[in-house]
């Protein structure tokens, strides 16, 4: 049976994870607006690994927020996973960010009193789930990045790219609609990022949607498709052909 075109669309847009749509953000300074978003389109599907990249003033960070619901547009829509972020409140913010968003930060923000088991499941307890849900799922995320063996030690007796694989394991833990990673190997040496960044592209390849924030050329060549800002707008966005090995 041949889909209609209707169904197609709607096809279409069930496969679209973010639509944002002439989102614009102004900043007071003073007497003065700094417009540092000045009207940004950008879809990304279910399932893609982009990277986004700009130079200082560029907005990304700005974008970033935005993305990550840590902010509202001044105008324009962004619609995640179907629902319209840039009109919500501020508990549907906290609650939409919990639930539909994996972050992780360069400086890996764990609760250095806390075990890595504990760190990873804090998104289930805001999200409601029982001790066992959490105890069951964090222990599954935490063998999954490469810490079975250390879900009892604190943050202080992890070396950093461990600490940065809780992190990691913290924003898979709810099953969120996207991954989003600022800068992630911003404070590891480069043995430890190039683990990191296999790590992001296991967990692309295991289905989930991944968006870096970055401003290194060799952390952006992990993704498939890199969108670059200049002076709050999408100067280039550019896909790359991703090579499927012959059977």
Same mark, same amino acid.
Request: proline fraction near 4%; glycine fraction near 8%; charge should be neutral.
């Given at each position: ?22 989102? *614009? ?64 409140? %501020? ?38 789930? *029982? ?70 592209? %296991? ?45």
């Amino acid at each position: 049976m041949v889909e209609s075109p209707s169904n197609k669309r709607k096809l279409k847009s069930m496969s679209k994870v973010i639509e944002i749509r002439s989102i *614009t953000r102004d900043f007071p300074l003073g007497q003065e607006v700094v417009k540092v978003l000045k009207g940004i389109d950008l879809d990304i599907e279910r399932g893609e690994y982009v990277a986004i990249m700009g130079p200082s003033g560029s907005g990304k960070s700005t974008l970033m927020n935005l993305l990550g619901c840590l902010d509202t547009p001044t105008s324009g829509s962004y619609i995640l996973n179907g629902k319209d972020a840039s009109k919500m409140s %501020d508990d549907e913010l906290a609650e939409i960010r919990n639930k539909e968003i994996g972050f992780v930060f360069q400086t890996f923000n764990l609760l250095p009193r806390t075990t890595a088991l504990d760190n990873v499941a804090l998104p289930m307890v805001y999200a409601g789930a *029982t001790k066992s849900q959490r105890k069951e799922r964090a222990e599954e995320v935490l063998r999954s990045v490469g810490l079975g063996d250390r879900m009892d030690h604190k943050p202080n007796q992890l070396s950093g790219g461990q600490r940065q694989r809780v992190a990691v394991g913290r924003a898979l833990v709810n099953k969120p609609s996207i991954i989003l990673a600022d800068e992630p190997t911003g404070n590891l040496d480069s043995k430890t990022s190039v683990e990191i960044m296999n790590l992001f592209d %296991d967990i692309h390849a295991a289905g989930n949607t991944v968006i870096l924030v970055t401003h290194e050329e060799e952390i952006a060549e992990h993704a498939h498709r890199v969108i670059r800002l200049k002076d709050g707008r999408i100067e280039t966005d550019e896909r790359k052909r991703v090579h499927t090995p012959a059977v």
